[in-house]
Every structure is written in C-alpha cells, then in structure tokens.
C-alpha cells in the first residue's frame, strides 16, 4: 500500500461481480439499454481523448483516422428529445485547413467558462462566445518553478480559482505521474506536487499508472480511475483525512501486468471517468483491447458503469452490451452520452 499519505485517500478495489466498499455492498445491478443518436455529421474517430456534457452541449476531443497524433475539438447541440446530436463547431481551425492548437486539452471553471491549452505548450486559452484570447500564463511553462525535473506537457487540467489551476503531468521517460497545483498570480508560476498517481510503490512508471482523473469543483475533491489496475482513487484537496479501503480480488494479478506494449498486452480495467457533484461514474472494462474489439465484432460486447458517492460507497453497477469506449454523464444525473466506436449512446439511468 503507498506511504507518506499527504491528502486524504480513498482505494477503492473492484471485482465487479462481488462489488463491494469497506462495509457498503453495491445491492443494485441494473442492465440498462442505449439508443443510438441521430448525428447530422459523421466524424472519422479513431480514439476519443475526452467526452464531455456541457449544459445542452457535447465537446468531444478525439484522434481521427490518418491525423499522425493531431487530435481535434469539437462541439455537438444535444436534442434529448429527438436523440440527435447538431454539428456546432471544429474549435482552432484556421484558413487554410490550419490548425493554431495540435493537441487540445479543454477544461471549464465552475461558471461554464471555457479554457484550452496546447497539451505540450500548455499557455492559457480562454474561449468566450467563440472567440479565441490567448493569455501569457501557462499551466507549466518553461521558467515555472517545479519540484523536480517534469515534461513539458498536461494530460489533463482543470480550473480551481483565477490563476490557478490542477493539471496531470509527468516527469521523463519512465517517471512517475502526478496531480499538480500551477499558481499564476506572481511573475513566475511555481508548480507543485499534490499527489503521486502510484497504485503500488513497486510500479511508479506513469506508463503502468496510466489512467484518467476528474475533479469536483463544489467539493474540492478529486478522483483517479487506473487503466491498468482496478482501482480508483479518491482524493480530499481540502481536509487533512487519511482513508484506505481495500476489497481483495482474487482474478486478478497485477504481478503480471507489462510495461512492453502495454495497452495491448494487458486488461484494461477502467477506460473512462465521470464525475457530477454527486457522483463518481467509472467505466470497466476487465479485457484486452482485442478481446473486447472481438467480443465488439461478434456482438457480444459488456461493459459496466459503476457509482459510487463521494466517500467511496459503491452504489450502484450499471451493465451495457455495449463496447463503450468513452462515456459522460450530466449534471443532474439522469443521462449518460457514451461512444462505442461507431456510435454516439444515450443511455438514460
């Protein structure tokens, strides 16, 4: 189990067959059915890096078919009613089929207010009705001062107060990956460490500890799914708590996972995260990529949502023959948008 705990934590270990938190057993196993939507404009996806409901909005970042790395930013108006989904915008297209950000890290602050930033030069952009401002405060730039020596890159980020902000960075080659707080408000931005992402001190590499985090505005709170291990952790930015709760799994041996060609060499176990203020919505997989895109193929694809609440009590586990391979929820509660590889989901709960 880690050490030197610094914010308060909560490990969470799933089986979901037995799908259990400390004294709090998921009673709830619900199957639930999609109905694909109506897009008025197809995308050539090949991997979404970030799905995301905002009020009557779906912003999707993905990778498309032949882009060599170049991911782009685009919104769709969501009809519930008519299940379609209305082509808004490509965000960053210039003239000539330019591109002025390669690859867009989107985030908002808890207004609605919308911010972007180049994922390896990772400067301020904030987007009002459309219009691009680019700002001269980064995330992690060049003279920021940092802990330790980091890439020059944010995986993920997220808006905790003006000129600050929490972002997912690394440091080289096969180091380790950490939650980071950026402070902007004086001349040179300082970075700093809130919390090691390591499922066990004996596999720090960020590689093994891939995986996807959501932060909780209202609750000053933060959570993080493991790819690789089934496991999510929760994390309290605010309260000095130190909680560890633990379920055992008995198929399953991260003795074994590999670092060589890892996304095809080992289960996935949490593809994706949502949060709402209320919950916490992780996607299990529990198989190869190519076990999944087989059981895809042949129509007998699962997936599972399990909810969780905050503290870390397992609520409820949602089943979708489905191969989703990312998904969003809204802020109320009631619907989830999801991707299965060739269409957009609505899945109401």
Known sequence: IMKNLTYATCLVLFMLSVVSCG?????????????????DSTLQIKNIQDLRIIEHSLYLTYD?????????????DIDYNNTLLKFRKTFFREENN???????????????????????????????????????????SNNARTPYEMV????????????????????????????????????????????????????????????????NHK????????????????YDFINSLDKTVIVAIESFDYTTISEADVWEANPIQFKDISTTDNYIYALYWGLKASDMDKKHSDGTAETKVVKCD???????????NKRLQAFCVSDDDKRIIAYDGNDFLLINL
């Open 98 to 140: 330019y591109y002025s950000i390669f690859a867009p890290v989107s985030f908002w602050d808890n207004n609605g207010n919308m911010y972007v930033v180049e994922r390896d030069q990772p400067y301020i952009n904030i987007i009002s009705n459309d219009t691009i401002l680019r700002t001269s405060k980064a995330l992690m």
């Open 152 to 215: 020059l890159e944010a995986k993920q980020a997220f808006y905790k107060s003006p000129d600050e902000y929490y972002f997912i960075g690394r440091q080289p080659m096969s180091g380790i990956q950490a939650i980071y707080h950026s402070d902007n408000h004086n001349s040179q931005p300082i970075v700093t460490e809130i919390r090691k992402l390591i499922f066990d001190e004996r596999y720090p590499s960020w590689i093994l500890n891939h995986g996807k985090f959501s932060y």
């Open 310 to 320: 905050w503290q870390g009590n397992i609520l409820e586990t949602y089943v979708i």
């Open 64 to 76: 498309y078919v032949g882009g060599y790395g170049h991911q782009m930013l685009c919104s769709y």
């Open 23 to 39: 004294n709090t057993t998921a009673q709830s196993v619900s199957r639930v059915s999609s109905t694909p939507f109506v897009v």
């Open 219 to 234: 609750k000053k709170m933060g959570v993080y799914a493991f790819q690789m291990f089934p496991a999510i952790q929760i």
